[in-house]
């Protein structure tokens, strides 16, 4: 939620403060994320910084003072995470698809690893951030916890009967949504789910948000909503 901040809560010194905050569901409470101060010439007449005009005269700046914090990150966690890790959305995440191989007893181990570095190539050549989880010596179910917990947006998996039908499982971290995926409409449908992953933690936290929002006309009002615990001190009207 955007907004400006009050003469009190404004950067000292300067002409007025606008401010990003971000809303915790679970705590209800607003956290500032980003600030953008105008800080007039109240600094440049005390430090005396003066430049040249175009007419030659000499004339004191204007300055701004922009900051987007690193707490953000901190608010991403709390926002989109859910008890069984991060869940990071694609458009920010390091890495956006985990490939996994499943081998089972007596199956072609050497043909699905090669196949889940081959669809590594593909993704990765279409622009799409994916890496393979080729380690032997953790269990594909081990796997699937890590890579939960550290919030990757897909996980595709490659088992045999993938191999034979020249397809891969994705599954999606934000909803556990599964899907079979052919390898002819890969790149397609692997964009497609990475942009409704973004657009589904997007329209949770708004929905989240605005559930919380309450309009109070009256002191009392105002104590008996913050007490709560479950409305955006910001959005307080």
Request: a positive charge; aromatic letters at 8%; charged letters at 25%.
């Amino acid at each position: 939620m955007k907004g400006r901040k009050s003469e009190l809560g404004k950067f000292a010194g300067g002409l007025y403060t606008t401010s990003v905050e971000a809303f915790i569901p679970n705590t209800g409470r607003g956290i500032q994320g980003a600030t953008s101060h105008c800080l007039g010439q109240n600094f440049a007449k005390m430090f005396e910084i003066n430049f040249e005009n175009e007419k030659g005269e000499k004339s004191m700046f204007w300055q701004n003072s922009w900051a987007y914090s690193t707490r953000t990150i901190g608010v991403m966690a709390m926002v989109h995470g859910d008890n069984k890790g991060l869940v990071l959305p694609p458009k920010v995440s390091a890495l956006q698809v985990i490939v996994i191989p499943v081998p089972y007893k007596d199956a072609d181990t050497q043909g699905i690893f090669d196949a889940c570095a081959a669809t590594v190539v593909t993704l990765s050549d279409a622009g799409i951030r994916a890496e393979a989880d080729l380690r032997e010596n953790y269990s594909p179910g081990w796997k699937y916890l890590n890579w939960k917990m550290k919030g990757v947006p897909l996980r595709i998996e490659k088992g045999p009967r993938d191999l034979a039908n020249n397809q891969v499982r994705a599954v999606r971290r934000d909803n556990g949504e599964k899907t079979d995926i052919s390898r002819v409409f890969l790149v397609e449908q692997v964009n497609g789910m990475l942009d409704k992953i973004q657009q589904n933690l997007f329209d949770v936290a708004k929905q989240k948000r605005d559930a919380c929002i309450e309009v109070v006309k009256t002191w009392d009002e105002f104590v008996k909503a913050l007490g709560q615990k479950e409305t955006d001190l910001s959005s307080l009207v």
